[in-house]
Every structure is written in C-alpha cells, then in structure tokens.
C-alpha cells in the first residue's frame, strides 16, 4: 500500500489540485533568524534539514536546507519526504485509542489476550503498557545487538520480534512500576492492530487516520522495499567529512517506519491543537495525559507523547532517530506554536534545532532556570559526594566529580555540572534533579525521572583477588538462541559474541565488569559452592539477561 494512491486523470487532477491549494496555505517567507540556526546544512554535498513552524493558523517558516541525494544531486524541497524515527508513536498510539473508542479493544487488555505467544510473565501487561513504556518488556534492538543482528544487519520483522518476546523469560521489571524506553510495544501494538482488524496497521492508519486529515504524503514504511517518489536518502558521516548511506532496511514499524513530509506534519499537530476528528477532544486528552507508576511516582510520558516544559512553557514532543534520520515534532500549546524539524543527516541535532527555532518565536530565555532558588555550597560540601554511585537493579553508573565547590555528573557522556538547591539536592537542565539522602555511609542517590532510582555508593573494584580464569567458558541463553565464549588474552577477560567483534572486559565492582567500548556491564553468578555458573548482561534497554555456563572450554 501507498500513501500516494489516486487512481486515474480524475484522482490525479483532485490530488494535484489538494497539493496546490495546500502548498499556497502553508507559503511563507522564511525567517532568517532561523535560517541561521541551519547554516550547517546549506550545502550541495551533503545532506540536510527541513524545519517549518506554525502559529496561529499561520505558516512562519517552511524551509528545506541541503541535499535529498547526493548520488544524483537532488536537493531537498519543503515537499521531501523523510523518515520518522519514533516520531511515528505517536501515530500508533493515536490508532489504539481510536480501536479503544471503537470496541475493537480496551488499553487495559492484556496483551496476552490479543497475542497469546507472549509469556506469562505473572503480572498483566496491558496494552497501555506498552505505549507507556512501562511494559518491563525488553527493548527489541537491545536484544538484537545482543544476537549479533543490530538493525542494518539484517532485515527485521514484526513477526520475528514476536517470536523473539516468545522466548524471553524474564521482564526488566514489574509492569507499570518503572518507565524504560522499550520499541518491543509499539511493535506489538502493530502486531495487535492486525489481530483486531483484519487490516494492518499501515491499512488502517491510511483509510481511518491519514485520509480523513489530509496528511496525502504520509505512510508507513511496512515495505522498506517500496518506491516512494520524494522520499529523502537518509546518511550518516565517515571520515574526511565524506558521507555514507545509511537508510533503515526493516519491515519493523509501529515504533518508528512513519514516512512525510514538513507540512502533513504540521497539519497533524494543528489537528491535535484543534481536536478535528477523528482526533477529537477525548483522543487527544489520552494521548497527552501521563499516568503515574504504581509506587505513585511521575512519569512525563503519556502515549507516544512526551509531555514537560520548556523555558517554563509546556512542551508535547517526541523526537526520533532511525539509521540516519533525526527528526523532532512539537507543540507549545499554550503559545499555539507548532515546530517540525526533520533531517537525512545522522549527525544532525533535529530536537536541538526545533528548541533553537521555539526560542527564536517565543523570545525565551537562552538557559533553563532552576526549580528552585540555588543555594551556595562549598567545597568542604561537595567533596564527599564525589565518587561512582551505581543503581543495582539496572547496572546504570553514574559518575560525580567535585572540583572546588562545583559538582558535576556523567552517566558515560559528557560531565554536566550541577546547581545546588540545598539540603543535598542538585539539578542539571538536562539530567534533572539528583538528591543525594541520608548521612555517613547510608547516603545514597536519588534520580527522579520517569520513576525513582537509587543509586549507592561503588568502591572501586580490588582486583587482588580476581582469578580470571574462573570466568573462561561458554555461556549459552536459550532466550537469545546465542552462545558467548569467555576467554583470558594477555591478563585481561575478553568476551567474543559470535559475530561481533571481540569485548574487553575491566572489573569494576565484586564479579561486575564493563565492556570496553560498550555501554554494557557484565555479572557473573555462582552457586553456593562459589563455582561461576553464568552471566547476566544489562544492556541499557535490556536488563538481566541471563546466560547459562555450559562448559569450561571455547567456543570452536
């Protein structure tokens, strides 16, 4: 199927005739305050950006800057089409709301209900889990990269992310309890529209949401392998500037795969500002109302929609990424300001860009201010603080760094420093609020975000009394249907994946290790006799994945 369906001269005149009257709507000289914020992207060998914005009924800027390909040197137009990322959840979650409002399902089914292949994992996993992020399930890609079978190594499908959910015996945690970023719901929910339809969900989505808006260039991406006419080449930066190709080969979608343009995209968001149908007043108040965990904490996601402030004025959003595409979608309702800023460049910051635009047009403050008055500390205050503090239920790592009176954090990026808001509490613009609690050797972390989590204090690790050839074998995980093997070279553990490179490993508290070059961690498990008999991997989006040791040897 195809977004772009008008059959005959009488279908193509009536399309040709919308295109028209919709591209004069939306005309609108550009801002050159704007056109500064892409001047990185204006030249003729390399790709780009397309960034339009609207306000009270009113286009204030459309633009392309770049290129759509540089194989034939076709430059992007306001009408390109690119590709969504995770943008497009927001799409999948408005289809199950409007299959809600319909009978056709509740978003507090079990999934289960709908797709039997799952396991019973115990706790109910419902169907508003899984666009919540709060699920437990793990992430599809996560587990994939674990496989060896990342995207862009292999063509995916709905269908093998269902059988692989099938095998997995354990959840990152108890349904509704946390929020972590799982793609593995959306992917179901595309599974459950078919189930409850008949129809796919990119039939659905195009007779039932796109048709009826008015969004003619948009589509899902169910056949990676289809002709789009327009669509923009997605690339990714190599070395000595030059650029490589990098497009997403899946037939994944749901969680991302959503094909538009600027313009369909800012006719959603009008229509999410508006409440025009089918995108009524109760759908949209679904999509943008967060429900809170069940240990009462907040979460800032809704369904498919982030919902928080920005420079103190409330932002629904969602950004993505997907092989080479960036792309960021916006709404400042309070301000009716619509922001769409999507790129075919990998490195392209396209959520930096749309804020970069809001603040052009809203004339807001270029910092973030602290919640709260910011209370001057000393250094004889932010010293003891200073060290590695570790969340043990997901291996996350958090490193504090005191320097004089100034105290800054890094989860494995950059350092940000943080501002004090007394009595151990502390705040980044981009990390949020950090509380360190308690007193002595009981203090610990406290990050709220999207739920709680504490972290406690690590020592370094004592490698005296490490034997690494304890760890040597083979490792096998029925739920990946994948073997690692362990080995010793030169002093230091080295994990080889079956078609991954192999992983150095570095010990970093009691049985922990981290993979060098990896954002993963590594633990081993013994039995009561002190024998190593397996390794859990955390892997971000995947936690506790479990791998049983099946031998002392190595793999052949």
């Known amino acids: ?44 060998d390399g790709p780009g950006c397309i960034a339009g914005a609207r306000q009270h009924g009113n286009t204030l800027h459309l633009k392309a800057y770049g290129m759509a390909n540089l194989e034939y040197g076709v430059p992007l137009t306001t009408e390109s089409i ?21 009978g056709k399902l509740s978003l507090d089914d079990d999934i289960r209900k709908h797709l039997p292949e799952v396991p019973n994992f115990g706790p109910t996993i419902t169907i508003r889990n899984l666009l919540t992020h709060t699920s437990g399930l793990r992430d599809q890609w996560a587990l994939l990269g674990l496989t060896g079978w990342p995207p862009g190594t292999q063509v995916h499908s709905i269908p093998l992310i269902l059988d692989l959910v099938s095998r997995q015996r354990a959840l990152n945690f108890e349904p509704g309890s946390l929020y972590l970023y799982s793609n593995t719901g959306y992917a179901l929910a595309a599974a459950i529209v078919q189930r409850v339809t008949g129809k796919s969900l990119a039939e659905w989505s195009q007779d039932s949401l796109f048709v009826p808006l008015g969004m003619n260039d948009t589509e899902w991406r169910d056949d990676y392998r289809r002709v789009v006419k327009g669509r923009a080449t997605a690339y990714s930066p190599v070395r000595n500037g030059a650029w490589q190709q990098d497009m997403p080969f899946t037939m994944v979608y749901g969680n ?9 995209l800012l006719k959603w968001n009008d229509a999410l500002t508006a409440g025009t149908a089918p995108l009524t007043r109760d759908v949209v108040k679904q999509l943008e109302t967060p429900r809170p965990l069940t240990d009462g904490s907040k979460s800032n996601y809704a369904l498919g929609l982030t919902i928080d402030t920005y420079r103190g004025v409330r932002e629904i959003s969602h950004g993505g990424a997907t092989a080479g595409y960036r792309t960021f979608l916006a709404r400042w309702p309070d301000k009716d300001l619509s922001v769409a800023v999507w790129c075919n460049a990998g490195s392209a910051d396209a959520g930096g860009y749309a804020h970069q635009m809001a603040r052009i047009i809203l004339g807001l403050p270029a910092e973030e201010s602290p919640p709260a008055p910011v209370v001057a500390v000393g250094a004889g205050d932010v010293a003891p603080l200073a060290g590695m503090w ?15 009176a100034d105290l800054s954090v890094s989860a494995g990026g950059p350092m940000r420093k943080l501002t004090s808001l007394g009595s151990g509490k502390f705040w980044n613009a981009l990390t949020g609020p950090l509380d360190f609690e308690g007193k002595g050797s009981s203090v610990h972390l406290v990050e709220r975000n999207n739920g709680v989590h504490r972290y406690n204090r690590m020592d370094p690790a004592d490698t005296t009394g490490v034997t690494l050839e304890n760890y040597v074998g083979r490792y096998r995980s029925e739920e990946l249907l994948v073997t690692f093997a362990l080995s010793v070279k030169d002093g230091r553990l080295v994990l080889r994946p079956p078609l991954d490179p192999a992983l150095t490993l570095r010990p970093i508290y009691h049985d922990g290790f981290s993979a060098q070059g990896n954002p993963s961690t590594v633990r081993f498990m013994r039995d009561a ?9 955390f892997a971000g989006r995947a936690l506790d994945v479990r791998f049983r040791k099946i031998d002392n040897g190595e793999a052949p």
């Open 82 to 102: 690119s590709e969504s990322g995770s943008v497009a959840k927001q799409f999948t979650s408005a289809v199950m709301v409007l299959l809600a409002k319909q």
């Open 390 to 404: 570790r969340d043990s239920t997901n291996d996350r790592i958090l490193n504090v760094r005191a320097d004089g």
């Open 1 to 44: 199927m195809t977004g772009r369906r008008a059959d005959g001269p009488t279908g193509r005149a009536f399309v040709l005739l919308l295109l028209t009257a919709h591209s004069s709507l939306l005309a609108a000289q550009s801002d050159p305050r704007i056109d500064s914020v892409f001047s990185q992207w204006t030249r003729t």
């Open 529 to 537: 006799s002190g024998h190593v008999t397996g390794l859990r991997i």
């Open 256 to 264: 991302g795969g959503l094909l538009s343009t600027i313009p369909d």
